[in-house]
């Protein structure tokens, strides 16, 4: 109601918020909050993106969202890994394309 209205939603910790959400598979709320302006390149206390997040737990249609609302692909955490590296890890073949298909339409 509020958004409807003109307020601006901004979010203290949506790294934090953010990454819980794509942990729990919560599509809705991060469209919801991503629809209204929440960064989605917003960062947890490991430098995590919530794309890092949905390619470390293999969530394919969440990593879509993310990256079609903005979400960088070349986003490294604390420990130097980007959301690829962690899809590597994982395995799943869809989700890594994406996000090298990604990292290509970046290039050229």
Same mark, same amino acid.
């Given at each position: 109601?509020?958004?409807?209205?003109?307020?601006?939603?901004?979010?203290?910790?949506?790294?934090?918020?953010?990454?819980?959400?794509?942990?729990?598979?919560?599509?809705?709320?991060? $469209?919801?909050? #991503?629809?209204? +302006?929440?960064?989605?390149? =917003?960062?947890?206390?490991?430098?995590? %993106? &919530? !794309?890092?997040? @949905?390619?470390?737990?293999?969530?394919?249609?969440?990593? $879509?969202?993310? #990256?079609?609302? +903005?979400?960088?692909?070349? =986003?490294?955490?604390?420990?130097?890994? %980007? &959301? !690829?590296?962690? @899809?590597?890890?994982?395995?799943?073949?869809?989700?890594? $394309?994406?996000?090298?298909?990604?990292?290509?339409?970046?290039?050229?």
């Amino acid at each position: 109601m509020l958004v409807e209205a003109g307020a601006f939603l901004d979010m203290d910790n949506a790294g934090n918020c953010l990454c819980m959400a794509v942990a729990k598979g919560d599509i809705e709320f991060l $469209k919801r909050v #991503l629809d209204n +302006g929440v960064n989605p390149n =917003s960062r947890n206390y490991d430098l995590r %993106t &919530p !794309l890092h997040i @949905a390619a470390a737990e293999g969530l394919y249609s969440i990593a $879509k969202l993310i #990256l079609e609302a +903005g979400g960088s692909v070349s =986003s490294k955490d604390r420990w130097g890994n %980007t &959301p !690829l590296d962690e @899809a590597r890890v994982g395995g799943s073949k869809k989700l890594i $394309k994406i996000l090298e298909d990604a990292i290509s339409d970046k290039v050229a």
